[in-house]
Each structure stands twice: as C-alpha cells, then as structure tokens.
C-alpha cells in the first residue's frame, strides 16, 4: 500500500495529437484498482463474469463484466494477475464502492477477500513507448510484472502501469514523455470504441449493448457465471438490433453530454448516449447505443438546436446480427 501517491507533474497537454510524436502518459485518476487475494480467487471470478480466467496461465490481461443475475452489468473492468494468488481489477472510480460490495457478496463463500487498493495507475499511450521506457513491454494482450509492477500491454502503442506501493514512489520520474490530463485516456477509449460501466449506468446494461461480445470481454465457452443465461441467450437466439457507435459533433459551451441523453433519428427515439469526452470548448466525441439503422441516416440529440450527429468509424467490425 502507499503511505502517499506522489504528486506527478501538471498536465502539459488536454487533447491527444492525431500523431503521438513521444510517449503521452495519463494518471488514470478516474480509476480504481479492487484486489482479490486468496487462493480461491481466480476460481471465484471464473464463476462471476463474463471472461475466462484460464488465459491467465498464458499471461495475458482481460476486459470484462460483472452482472447481475439478469446479465445487467455491475462493472466493467480490466483484470490482471499482480502477485501470488492476487488479482487486479481495474474499474472506474464512481463504481469502485458499489462493485466491490456486489463481489463481497459472494465472495464469503471462497478462501478469498476483496478490498479496493490505493494504487497509481498510469497510461502510457504512442509508439516511442516501445523504445523508450526504462522497461521493457510484454507482448500486445500480456501482462508482465518483471519491471517490479505490473505492465499490460492493451496494442502496439498503448499499456498500463499498475503502481501498488510505496517501492515504485520513483517510478514516475523515470517515465520519458509528455503528461496529459486524465481526460484524454476517455478520448483513448472512445476512439477504440470501449465504454465502461459509471455509476451511471450500473445495472442498466446487458454487456452487448457496451459491444463487449466485439472486443473480447465475453466468452461464451468458459462455462456458467452469474448473468451467464441471459447473455448467452441474447447471443445464441436473440437479433441484436442496437449496438454502441462512435461519433462527434458540435455544441455550445454551455453544453454537456451524459449518459442517457436521447438520440433522436427520423423516426423518433433511436438510442441514447452512453459516454462522452469534449474534444475542445465546442466539439464532442460519444459512444451511443443507438439501432444500427441509426448510422445510415441523420440523427441528432435531443438538445437545443438538434445538434447533428457525424458517425465515426470503429476499429472493429459491427455484424449484422439483426437480418
């Protein structure tokens, strides 16, 4: 644990450049870390959410979900192993609490504990990573903790360092690169198409309408967990006809963007936003839930002026689910 997270340097940048010359780092303030220890730790999120602990033994890190038995989401995280018989998982900080609370829930029942770790957590974004930091990188979808911390390795030009203690109080000086207000980690994500569960949003989500069956946060094949029924059989029977997409748009400075603001189309009502991140005092980037007819027509959101919507594409492929 740490006795004080040190204090890093102030943000020299509040927008990602469309090319990192050097490598960006962000404290990711908006996150927490909760740590299972026990022996029986692995065992219990394997019958808890929505991915397969098993792919710890290749060392590698997962996204994923905790639902609720209607396969609602509790959380969102990222999960590594960070020590002997201790897990990470990373969720966002309005939730730390309240994910916490439904794991302990269960939990009493395993040779195990969960309680959330005062930990530093920083992004490290841009392709000069590579060559740069003072350790070396796994490879893409591997964690490492060789350096003395963990490192997970999220693509080419993207980690993250989890910084548990007092021994890495040194580590962040040593960092190489320009450091970025913790707002343009949410910028990383959207552009990825990634959303996690807020505070906001616990327990109104299925883990499909976060995309998360496209960006690996959900096997279907690991056996049964919490949820686990409803979201197979939106998998295997259901037509999914509404999936979360990127897009922008333009809106006065006195506007803001949240989560379950209506997106209005032709028709009326076609979804709504899930997450936002303002790209300068008038632009906008979202993620909505919206039909995926949505996207081939206009829509706006539900704010003076009908501010129009400009889709955006995702770095992965939306099916057709629905025909």
């Known amino acids: 644990m740490w006795s004080e997270l040190p204090q890093l340097p102030a943000p020299e940048i509040d927008l990602l450049p469309d090319t990192i010359q050097q490598p960006v780092l962000i404290h990711l303030s908006d996150y927490r870390l909760i740590v299972i220890t026990g022996p029986d730790g692995e065992k219990f999120l394997q019958g808890q959410t929505t991915c397969d602990f098993r792919r710890f033994e290749k060392h590698q890190w997962l996204r994923g979900a905790h639902c609720n038995a209607k396969g609602r989401m509790h959380s969102t995280f990222v999960a590594a192993k960070i020590g002997d018989q201790q897990i990470g998982l990373r969720v966002h900080a309005s939730i730390a609490e309240s994910a916490l609370k439904a794991l302990q829930k269960y939990i009493v029942f395993s040779k195990a504990e969960a309680r959330v770790h005062t930990a530093l957590l920083v992004g490290v974004l841009g392709d000069a990573a590579e060559t740069t930091l003072p350790f070396s990188l796994p490879d893409v979808g591997h964690c490492d903790t060789s350096a003395g ?159 129009i919507l400009t889709w955006k594409p995702l770095p992965y492929a939306i099916p057709n689910e629905s025909s």
């Open 149 to 307: 911390f963990p490192v997970l390795r999220l693509e080419a030009a993207a980690a993250e360092l989890w910084l548990l203690n007092d021994t890495h109080a040194g580590i962040p000086d040593q960092l190489p690169g320009v450091w970025a207000h913790p707002e343009c980690w949410q910028q990383y994500l959207l552009d990825k198409g990634i959303a996690d569960v807020t505070a906001e949003s616990v327990e109104e989500l299925l883990p499909q309408e976060l995309n998360y069956q496209l960006v690996d946060a959900v096997s279907f094949d690991k056996g049964c967990y919490t949820g686990q029924e409803i979201v197979a059989r939106m998998h295997y029977r259901g037509k999914l006809k509404k999936h979360l997409y990127l897009a922008e748009t333009d809106l006065s400075a006195d506007s803001t963007l949240g989560f379950g603001m209506d997106v209005v189309g032709e028709k009326g009502s076609v979804g709504k936003v899930i997450t936002a991140t303002r790209l300068g005092q008038n632009r906008w980037r979202l993620l909505a839930l919206v039909q995926d007819d949505a996207t081939q027509n206009s829509a706006h959101l539900a704010l003076a002026g009908q501010p």
